[in-house]
């Protein structure tokens, strides 16, 4: 079976509606003007309908093309799984939980190994890199797969983080201290050690996914791909570092960390998640010693602080938490993290037996992802996505005093810019963790019933055979008199 790349997603995207994929043809600066005419595509549904992905082929000061926007809706990520946005969460929370094993393939048959630059050919500023935001400090690569190895286990390691160009052979390296790339780095800098780490740029949009899957333990990234694509993965050794990436990436930047603490520069500002410039200050950087790439490479790039970078952060981690927390609690139904709740919200419903249970379920959400800050739980009968129904259950099923629960000092979501250090005055990862319990009491305590139309005639009812415009000329009113004559 032929091996599912980004080239073959977007055959298959095509295919299935070509409206999702425009091309750029004109030169374009690369500083603002590609994500200027992102965003205002966005505001333009009538020509652009479906926000569809756009192919900068003319990125000023680049021969490499640059793809943006693929990941910004969830029509896209939920048929790179093969499935719908209905049935996304359960599948992707299904095809993570069944990890497949990597395949290790030889160098002559990776074709990011095709072209092989090392020493003075390596020059990075010639990717089509972009200035996305106004405050942005640079060029950014925005949307790499940081492949790393931990020390004890010897396992794989993949994230995504953010990576300012500043130079031809450096880029900045930029971690959340959550994170388990944060915890191998903090690894090897007690060891006295260089972290070794390669970035891949471009494959079938399940690598990025599974790079933000919020999984137990360090590493198993790759496998989780392999579960979203249903096949194993392709991998290949580095040629620098000994590391494995993904043989059909398009392109792979290969390097180190020096982990001494002085090691650092000044990276940011930079637009983050939170739709906030934050996280300004002295950050290492990975020394780049090859880059490979294919022989006509495609540069995939993530639009920051803008749907594209909320799009891709939440499906994966939305379907890690059902699983995980599902396993702790069987009678959790769904959950969605609202896009505007930058990845910190979470609406969990439940079919809820016990009175506590709901409380239970938001501490296994928080122990999967530190990130979450605000968890609703709300009755089965609520769509999580629905915001309006999320606040009905608050108004009318919740009181502060008694479902309230609030928790200081937890790790947190460092970038937001509301958290603080151990001392309180101070920025640092710390936040405070709120559950809202929005559930009815459980039985056999009573609730009133919620309104509606009985079901049987809501079914039975056809409004397309019934309910028709109106019509110049038509008669508004029916005649009573004459209707009772008869």
């Known amino acids: 079976m032929a091996q599912p790349d980004l080239r073959t997603y977007l055959a298959d995207l095509v295919a299935k509606d070509p409206r999702q994929l425009?091309?750029?043809?004109?030169?374009?600066?690369?500083?603002?003007?590609?994500?200027?005419?992102?965003?205002k595509m966005e505001k333009d549904p009538t020509n652009f309908p479906g926000f569809p992905a756009v192919l900068f082929k003319n990125i000023k000061g680049s021969p490499i093309p640059c793809l943006l926007n693929l990941h910004a809706t969830y029509e896209r990520v939920a048929f790179a799984i093969g499935t719908d946005v209905k049935g996304m969460v359960p599948e992707y929370g299904k095809r993570e939980g069944s990890p497949i094993p990597t395949t290790l393939v030889t160098s002559d048959k990776a074709p990011v190994h095709e072209v092989v630059l090392t020493g003075d050919d390596i020059d990075v500023t010639k990717l089509p890199t972009l200035v996305h935001q106004e405050l942005d400090a640079g060029r950014y690569i925005t949307s790499a797969a940081a492949v790393s190895r931990d020390p004890d286990s010897g396992r794989l390691n993949a994230g995504i983080f953010r990576h300012q160009v500043q130079g031809p052979r450096q880029v900045g390296f930029m971690t959340n201290p959550a994170h388990q790339t944060s915890y191998i780095l903090r690894n090897y800098r007690d060891r006295g050690e260089k972290m070794e780490v390669a970035l891949v740029l471009g494959h079938h949009p399940a690598m990025l996914m599974a790079a933000?899957?919020?999984?137990p333990g360090i590493g198993g990234e790759f496998e989780v791909m392999g579960g979203l694509l249903g096949q194993s993965v392709e991998m290949v050794n580095c040629k620098t570092v000994s590391l494995q990436v993904p043989a059909h990436a398009e392109i792979v930047i290969e390097g180190f960390v020096d982990t001494d603490p002085t090691k650092v520069q000044n990276e940011g500002p930079f637009g983050e998640y939170p739709l906030y410039y934050t996280r300004l200050g002295p950050m290492p950087w990975l020394q780049i010693t090859a880059v490979t790439m294919r022989k006509q490479p495609i540069y995939?790039?993530?639009?920051?602080?803008?749907?594209?970078?909320?799009?891709l952060g939440a499906l994966p981690r939305m379907g890690g938490i059902y699983r995980r927390v599902r396993d702790s609690i069987p009678t959790v139904t769904a959950v969605n993290l609202p896009l505007m709740g930058i990845r910190s919200t979470l609406f969990i419903a439940m079919k809820k037996k016990v009175d506590g249970e709901p409380k239970i379920a938001a501490c296994a959400a928080f122990a999967v992802d530190p990130i979450l800050k605000h968890i609703f739980i709300v009755d089965e009968d609520i769509d999580v996505f629905d915001n309006d129904q999320v606040l009905w259950a608050m108004t009318t099923r919740f009181q502060a005093d008694r479902d309230l629960i609030i928790m200081p000092n937890f790790l947190g979501g460092h970038l937001n810019p509301v958290t603080y250090g151990?001392?309180?005055?101070?920025?640092?990862?710390?936040?405070t963790k709120l559950i809202i319990d929005c559930t009815r009491p459980a039985?056999?305590?009573?609730?009133?019933?919620?309104?509606?139309?009985?079901?049987?005639?809501?079914?039975?009812?056809?409004?397309?055979?019934?309910?028709?415009?109106?019509?110049?000329?038509?008669?508004?009113?029916?005649?009573?008199?004459?209707?009772?004559?008869?």
Not at 212 to 215: A, G, M, N, Q, T
């Open 22 to 39: 425009m091309i750029v043809e004109d030169e374009i600066d690369s500083e603002f003007e590609a994500t200027a005419l992102v965003h």
């Open 212 to 215: 933000v899957s919020k999984l």
């Open 300 to 311: 995939v790039d993530v639009f920051n602080a803008h749907k594209e970078h909320l799009v």
């Open 422 to 431: 151990f001392h309180r005055e101070e920025k640092g990862p710390m936040e």
């Open 443 to 486: 039985p056999p305590a009573t609730f009133p019933p919620a309104c509606r139309v009985p079901p049987e005639v809501v079914e039975r009812v056809n409004p397309v055979g019934v309910i028709k415009g109106w019509k110049t000329g038509a008669n508004l009113f029916r005649d009573p008199i004459k209707t009772l004559a008869n």
